[in-house]
């Protein structure tokens, strides 16, 4: 379980997966809601309980609209599954990421990000999961996934990120 | 009038600055009015000072590089000079000067003083007027070879507009390298001009921001390397750095107050806002400025510390309001279409500089302290963050166009002209300019 934890730190597998959002971007797909969309495994081969399930079956991340911290329904529904995953594996903390994309100043951003990882983070504390176990930080826009000028990357961009720590403890 | 006037500089060190008498400069017989749309740079004949070595032709060389990039000057190539100097001290041949349409001429000499410090010795003659406008003479340690050219392009500068110079300031921002979705981020610090670059960070960690104290030899910043994003304190001469303060949540947008005596910044609450508080360097002393359920960031002091003004989008958007420095009367000033954020306070007062985003794109532009007069000086694909030169003449931003891998840093003229790109060795990005150094 461990080495799949790390996993997703590597360096390998982050690229990876930039990669395939930036495919995503030129072809002005829908965005991507899971890694399982993308292709990073069916939802059948992950371990029950491990980060790769969180990340695959469950969807680790959520998207916003523009200059908007208001979960969306589809970010429900993903918020939603990370809760009752959550609660089935109480052994996890979790931080919360708050991005936002380029097209806003920095200041703001980093505001703009921690808003959206407070809306998550309540919308989880509100499906019955622990405030003590959320830790939440802003990035701003200092850490884009998809990389391209215009709106197919930024919408990529605008969003939360649930980040698992402190397994089996 | 040949006689110089005396000037003592003593500079006792690279940061504890430069003492010199004040000089009451004569104004030059051709003025230039900043405040005109279209200004057509003066003419202006920069001789190579004599010197033994190459210093004299280095320090000419600065001179006019100032100049010329402040669109005001127009300096003249060397080899169109008739008249070769061979004594800085002896009247020039105005005609000569005269024919190649020079408005003035510079003359100098560097030598060494016994105890191994320059002494840079400088004239500015008026070739139409046919007299001297100023003769001084600076001392400095050897290392400060590109200060001392920056102080006389500085009061060349003043003679010719009526106004304080800005060539003597340094800027501190984010070098950036690295693909967008990997950056690395350091402080750095250079001359304005882009001289003498150091990095003040190794890069491990994000750095955003850094804002310079009006008073100290400090800078302000946001960083991530505690893993929580806080705003620091760094001592530019010892490199000792200090967390601001003891707060729960994120700290971000910091500036100095302009006695330098405080911070100003954005604190995140636990509910996903951020409100605006001060901390007392020397007492320690937190203050809450503002208490809404809204972004509030980007503060900044008007240059007489009595006002503040700062980002907020508690009526929808991002606008920009205005509050006493207690967080009295606190009052939106920007009605324009679109986005306003970044605001930041003319070093003169007079002027708001800011960041608005509308039709797709991203614009510098003024206003004054009301929000009326509003008007745009640059726009581009994604531009933010001005900064002001210390005379409040000249703004510093970056831009990032549409396609590019990073960012750089621009600066324009308060009237909208004379646009430069500003040399770094990576991208770089929130632009900080000092005070004129001490």
Redesign the interface.
């Known amino acids: 379980m461990r080495r799949i934890a790390a996993l997703t730190r590597n360096p390998v597998a982050i690229a990876l997966f930039?990669a395939l959002a930036v495919a995503g971007c030129r072809s002005q797909q829908q965005v991507p809601n899971t890694a399982a969309e993308l292709g990073l495994g069916g939802a059948g081969s992950a371990t029950p309980g491990s980060t790769q399930e969180f990340t695959v079956s469950v969807g680790d991340r959520i998207f916003f609209d523009t200059?908007s911290?208001v979960i969306r329904s589809d970010a429900q529904a993903t918020l939603t599954r990370q809760a009752q995953w959550l609660n089935k594996y109480p052994s996890y903390s979790i931080t919360m990421e708050g991005h936002a994309d380029?097209?806003?100043?920095?200041?703001?951003n980093?505001?703009?990000g921690?808003?959206?990882?407070?809306?998550a983070r309540?919308f989880l504390v509100s499906q019955g999961v622990p405030a003590n176990r959320i830790r939440t930080?802003?990035?701003?826009k200092?850490?884009?996934?998809?990389?391209c000028?215009d709106i197919s990357c930024w919408s990529q961009n605008r969003r939360a990120v649930t980040v698992l720590g402190g397994a089996g403890s | 009038m040949r006689k110089f006037v005396k000037t003592t500089l003593a500079i006792v060190a690279l940061v504890a600055g430069i003492a010199a008498l004040a000089v009451v400069p004569a104004r030059a017989l051709v003025e230039i009015d900043i405040n005109k749309g279209v200004v057509e740079p003066v003419p202006i004949a920069i001789t190579d000072f004599l010197s033994g070595d190459a210093m004299g032709v280095e320090i000419a060389g600065v001179i006019s590089a100032d100049l010329r990039r402040s669109g005001l000057f127009a300096p003249i190539e060397k080899n169109a000079f008739i008249e070769k100097i061979s004594n800085p001290d002896v009247t020039p041949r105005f005609e000569d000067w005269r024919v190649i349409n020079a408005q003035a001429v510079v003359t100098g000499r560097v030598t060494q003083e016994p105890d191994g410090r320059l002494r840079v010795e400088f004239r500015v003659w008026d070739t139409f007027a046919g007299r001297q406008l100023s003769g001084e003479q600076l001392f400095a340690n050897q290392e400060n070879w590109r200060r001392v050219a920056h102080i006389i392009a500085d009061t060349i500068y003043e003679q010719f507009t009526g106004e304080k110079g800005y060539f003597d300031s340094r800027i501190v921002y984010v070098s950036e390298s690295g693909p967008r979705d990997n950056r690395v981020k350091r402080l750095a610090i250079m001359d304005q001009d882009g001289a003498r670059h150091e990095y003040l960070s190794d890069g491990r960690s994000i750095v955003l921001t850094p804002r310079f104290s009006p008073q100290r030899q400090e800078i302000t910043y946001m960083s991530y390397e505690s893993g929580n994003p806080q705003v620091y304190l760094l001592q530019l001469e010892t490199g000792q750095r200090e967390l601001v303060g003891n707060f729960p949540g994120m700290t971000f947008a910091p500036r100095f107050s302009p006695n330098g005596d405080k911070v100003i910044m954005s604190l995140l609450r636990e509910d996903g806002n951020s409100n605006i508080y001060t901390m007392d360097l020397r007492t320690r002393n937190t203050a809450r400025l503002t208490d809404t359920n809204a972004i509030d960031t980007s503060p900044s002091y008007s240059p007489d510390g009595s006002q503040v003004v700062f980002t907020s989008d508690r009526g929808g958007r991002a606008q920009i309001y205005v509050m006493g420095a207690d967080g009295s009367n606190q009052r939106r000033i920007s009605f324009g279409d679109g986005a306003y954020s970044t605001p930041v306070w003319s070093p003169r007062g007079d002027l708001i500089a800011f960041t608005k985003q509308s039709g797709g794109n991203f614009q510098i532009g003024v206003m004054r302290t009301d929000g009326s007069g509003e008007r745009i000086i640059s726009s581009g694909f994604l531009q933010e963050g001005p900064t002001w030169s210390p005379n409040g003449r000249v703004i510093m931003f970056f831009r990032q166009d549409a396609g590019a891998v990073g960012p750089k840093l621009y600066s324009i003229d308060l009237t909208g002209r004379n646009e430069q790109p500003v040399a770094t060795p990576n991208f770089g990005s929130d632009p900080a300019w000092s005070p004129l150094l001490k």
């Open positions: 930039a200059d911290s380029e097209r806003g100043t920095r200041e703001y980093l505001a703009l921690a808003r959206r990882a407070a809306a309540d930080i802003s990035y701003g200092e850490r884009p996934v998809a990389v000028d």
